[in-house]
């Protein structure tokens, strides 16, 4: 399972015309067929593709000749069973989704594993679906395998399912036998509050009552498989629901700054005032990007789009954009059923990461409340969540994510959970705790002032415009040599430089913080908040940070924007280690510091630096080097004498 498993559909293409949204959708509806393993899942969707005429013109043609090419005979399950590890072990391994139609509607069938030891890829199908079929066999009736998906099918709150009993043939299409199976299995549903909308008999194999009445079964009166599916009501349009565009990135083009993502609910336009959770930030969309063609003035749920809004704010990556009267919950807190995966059990205390579409959060489980064996429905305590088991746990983040209640929308109301940077769960929020904030007044006491000190006045007075100098390198690479020696320099000829340290500011400003991803992104999003305040104010911003992702660079330079100069402080690693002036590589070789840059974790060079500086040499001619780039890029005044600069 990833947290890209519990997306929906592919994304469509950007619209270029809003003629195309003026021309009605037909209805969709999402079911998960699941049952015990060879009960006849792929058989029965395979059948449901056949009859509905949904198949590709040839396509039962040729695998017929290909299973009489291997000496095999012909399956309808051949038709789902894509993958060539799925022909050799004749079991289904991952979900697969295929689209049919009847004259009602559109259907994504999502055809779900049932052997136990896929039970996640099973959970990842069902997660995605507004019904289920759930499939027994008529000759086994209800097995452990049949209770477990029926339980799942539950927690994931889906409340419409339809019972096949299939493989009637094999018990002489036995009225007893099939009302057997039917009082059996709807006990165990009603046993959690679940009741079957309908229970069919068919044999897929044959094609009795898959869309076709046949004589084999003269006592039932019931719909067949097809009437069922078009019984089912299927949830309101996602373009009808509230907006949910969720960033996946920010991208600086030209003079533009064009937020990037899909549209996962509901629609927006031109002119639509968005607010940005879990900061809460709000601007309204100025453009729709599109290329090649005339950009569309609205975009709706499935589509990619674009956008560029009327004001800069900071927007980055995992924040979700909605209409601010329906902005989802900018959550510190969850409850979440949770599906645990893994072999070592979940309990209190144990720090996880929650995944939330494109943002992550760390946090600690603060209490497992209940914990539920899906084979049989007991309960074993409620100290520890144990693989395979259900239950409902909360997780206390250390930031806020946008999330809502599962119920409110399903796209923002699933969650993935990692721990030690492996996926071990996935499950619904069931509540979402939002975060206390205080909301900035639009209208209030609280009102920017500017400075009694114009830019030019410092200008004037500095010889140099403000600037953000971003030096980032391996662990001691220099970077605070470089940054001091810089700071002196600038000082003594009369400018006003300010160097940022990164120990320093954890120290003070950023003392909250650890280092982890998360965390080490957090600080450096307030570092270059603070450096860039600095450069809009005239002074000159030194900063010395590993900072050793690009994301994280490339979300301080959105900060710093045209004050923004990334500067690689490049030294190889022996050299580094040979440094060690804190003594922190000698400690990561020994495993005594975990995640260290350039040792047990990565450091990202950057691919297009404004200037490249090799500390292996002098510093002074390092130093006169930033110096001339300085003066190049227009920052610094290049003195006419011995006059300050």
């Excluded at 069902?126 to 477990?148: H, I, K």
């Excluded at 079964?217 to 969720?246: C, H, I, K, M, N």
């Excluded at 209030?444 to 600037?467: K, L, M, N, Y």
């Amino acid at each position: 399972m990833s947290a890209s498993s519990f997306a929906s559909t592919p994304a469509a293409p950007l619209a270029t015309s809003t003629a195309a949204a003026a021309v009605k959708e037909r209805e969709l509806l999402r079911i998960v067929i699941v049952g015990h393993v060879d009960h006849g899942k792929s058989t029965l969707v395979g059948r449901l593709l056949h009859e509905t005429g949904s198949l590709p013109d040839g396509k039962l043609e040729m695998l017929k000749e290909v299973s009489a090419r291997r000496g095999m005979p012909f399956e309808w399950s051949f038709l789902l069973d894509a993958l060539q590890t799925e022909r050799d072990q004749g079991i289904t391994v991952d979900t697969s989704q295929i689209r049919f139609k009847t004259t009602k509607r559109d259907y994504v069938l999502i055809d779900a594993p049932g052997h136990v030891e896929f039970l996640r890829n099973m959970v990842t199908g069902a997660a995605q679906a507004d019904a289920a079929v759930l499939l027994v066999d008529a000759g086994e009736g209800v097995r452990e395998q049949t209770r477990r998906h029926a339980f799942l099918l539950h927690l994931l709150g889906l409340r419409q399912v339809a019972v096949v009993v299939n493989k009637m043939d094999r018990v002489g299409f036995d009225q007893e036998a099939f009302a057997a199976i039917e009082e059996d299995v709807s006990a165990y549903l009603g046993g959690f509050g679940l009741r079957p909308t309908f229970v069919i008999p068919v044999s897929a194999r044959d094609g009795d009552f898959i869309s076709e009445r046949t004589a084999r079964l003269p006592w039932y009166s019931g719909p067949t498989v097809v009437e069922a599916l078009d019984a089912f009501t299927a949830p309101p349009s996602l373009s009808d629901q509230p907006l949910r565009f969720p960033i996946q990135a920010v991208y600086k083009f030209d003079e533009r700054r064009i937020l990037a993502g899909r549209i996962e609910s509901g629609r927006l336009s031109v002119g639509d005032e968005l607010a940005f959770e879990p900061s809460g930030a709000t601007a309204r969309v100025k453009s729709i990007e599109a290329w090649p063609g005339p950009a569309p003035t609205t975009v709706e749920a499935g589509q990619s789009a674009g956008i560029t809004l009327d004001k800069d704010i900071f927007v980055t990556r995992g924040d979700i954009a909605a209409h601010g009267d329906q902005r989802p919950r900018a959550a510190k807190s969850l409850k979440v059923r949770l599906f645990w995966l893994d072999d070592a059990p979940l309990k209190a205390g144990d720090p996880v990461v929650v995944r939330l579409s494109t943002a992550a959060a760390p946090g600690v489980v603060s209490a497992v409340t209940s914990a539920v064996d899906p084979a049989n429905l007991v309960t074993e305590g409620q100290a520890s969540l144990g693989r395979n088991y259900v239950g409902e746990v909360e997780i206390t983040l250390r930031q806020a994510l946008p999330a809502d209640p599962y119920h409110l929308n399903a796209f923002t109301g699933r969650v993935v959970v990692e721990r030690e940077r492996r996926i071990c769960g996935g499950g619904i929020i069931l509540h979402a705790a939002r975060e206390a904030r205080l909301e900035a007044p639009k209208r209030g006491p609280v009102v920017a002032v500017d400075s009694a000190v114009t830019a030019a006045e410092r200008i004037t007075r500095f010889h140099h415009q403000g600037a953000v100098l971003w030096l980032t390198g391996l662990p001691a690479s220099g970077k605070s040599t470089v940054a001091r020696a810089l700071e002196r320099r600038l000082f003594d000829l009369g400018g006003s430089p300010v160097y940022l340290d990164g120990d320093t500011l954890r120290t003070g400003l950023n003392a909250d913080l650890g280092f982890s991803p998360q965390e080490r992104s957090e600080n450096i999003r307030r570092v270059a908040h603070m450096a860039g305040f600095l450069a809009r104010n005239g002074h000159i911003a030194i900063v010395a940070l590993v900072s050793p992702t690009r994301a994280d660079r490339e979300q301080a330079r959105e900060v710093g924007a045209r004050f923004f100069h990334e500067v690689f402080i490049r030294a190889p690693l022996e050299v580094c280690e040979g440094r060690d002036p804190k003594g922190h590589y000698a400690k990561a070789r020994k495993g005594e510091i975990a995640s260290f840059t350039g040792i047990s974790a990565p450091y990202e060079e950057p691919e297009a630096p404004e200037l490249v500086l090799d500390t292996t040499g002098d510093i002074g001619a390092t130093l006169a080097a930033l110096e001339a780039y300085l003066e190049e890029a227009g920052v610094l005044f290049p003195p006419d004498t011995d006059s300050p600069i």
